[in-house]
């Protein structure tokens, strides 16, 4: 089964106004992170969010983890028609191997419009 | 200079067809990472490969075979593909601490598969 899942599955806004994305997972973290892709490219990193952290910023990004609940969110805002895209939160769990790897959700569709 | 480069970035193939899927980081990281993308499932990871040798193989069909000759280069080998493997193929890098903290992953523009 999936380890992150976001909610909503698309979202459709103005231009201006604030999205947020939420996302779950079942298991105990070392790190959440979050991407972007545009149709048919390549995802795009956008923030790292450790356990440890609650709450980190990067530009119009906001982002915070709650790890009692296993969930996070993603705010951007003063929405752009830029900021149309699928959007991935991806989570990093403990292990004892050489290189980790990130499950991902499924995504959250937003569209942003004029 | 993009971080990451796939090649070639559309490929179609008969199910008899052998091809290759090409990627290449000018990163210098060490780990490398194949994962597949079909419409409304999540990202599947393939294989991760960490300085040359691959630590993991999830599950993945014998007729997708991946090539890891040095931590700049990672290739997946296609041989008698079935359409459901349609999909797009995304390669990735990153920088591994060990310790299982992993940080950002790089990716490519990706492969779009298609096989008739």
């Known amino acids: 089964s999936q380890q992150g899942e976001e909610d909503p599955q698309a979202l459709s806004i103005q231009e201006g106004e604030n999205a947020t994305m939420n996302c779950s997972y079942k298991t105990s973290i070392n790190n959440l992170q979050w991407y972007r892709q545009n149709s048919g490219r390549g995802l795009v990193h956008l923030i790292l969010i450790r356990s440890n952290e609650r709450e980190k910023h990067s530009g119009r990004l906001r982002v915070t983890l709650d790890t009692s609940k296993k969930s996070s969110s993603l705010l951007i805002t003063a929405s752009r028609a830029a900021d149309t895209a699928s959007y991935f939160c991806?989570?990093?769990?403990?292990?004892?191997?050489?290189?980790?790897?990130?499950?991902f959700g499924t995504g959250t569709r937003l569209q942003v419009t004029l | 200079e993009t971080g990451v480069t796939q090649t070639p970035r559309h490929l179609v193939m008969g199910m008899t067809n052998k091809k290759s899927l090409k990627c290449e980081q000018h990163l210098g990281h060490n780990a490398m990472y194949w994962y597949k993308q079909s419409a409304k499932k999540p990202l599947e990871l393939m294989f991760v490969y960490n300085f040359k040798e691959q630590t993991e193989n999830n599950s993945v069909p014998s007729r997708f075979s991946p090539e890891c000759p040095n931590s700049s280069h990672l290739f997946l080998h296609l041989h008698t593909l079935q359409p459901e493997d349609s999909a797009l193929y995304l390669c990735?890098?990153?920088?591994?601490?060990?310790?299982?903290?992993?940080?950002?992953?790089?990716f490519g523009e990706g492969s779009r598969l298609t096989v008739l």
């Open positions: 991806a989570t990093v769990v403990p292990n004892t191997g050489t290189a980790s790897k990130l499950t």
């Open positions: 990735a890098s990153s920088q591994e601490r060990g310790g299982g903290d992993t940080g950002e992953l790089f």
